[in-house]
């Protein structure tokens, strides 16, 4: 699939590093450490991302663009939403506190 893109570099990168938000938020949701608004955000995050990159390669459809600023500003607000969850919670874990402490 990466292949036949015919893109650059940054796109390429762009959809190996969605598909690593996808791997890790699917190993965070099977977890009982990180909660599941923040695997759910990683997984929309990565999949919206990837969804992204392939509607820009589409062959142009009238109002496609819109969809296409839509997507990425999902992808992006997905993204804002896990790292700041899974920060705050690997932080928490590096103080010592543990899940049942925060609810």
Do not use: D
């Amino acid at each position: 699939m990466l292949t036949t893109f015919n893109v650059g570099a940054f796109q390429v990168s762009y959809v190996i590093v969605s598909a690593a938000w996808l791997m890790i938020s699917t190993v965070m949701l099977r977890s009982s450490v990180f909660g599941r608004v923040a695997a759910y955000s990683g997984i929309l995050a990565g999949a919206t991302a990837i969804g992204a990159v392939a509607l820009e390669h589409t062959p142009v459809i009238g109002g496609i663009f819109a969809l296409l600023v839509s997507v990425y500003f999902a992808a992006i607000v997905f993204l804002a939403i896990w790292i700041v969850l899974t920060g705050r919670r690997l932080y928490q874990l590096g103080q010592g506190v543990s899940k049942e402490e925060t609810h």
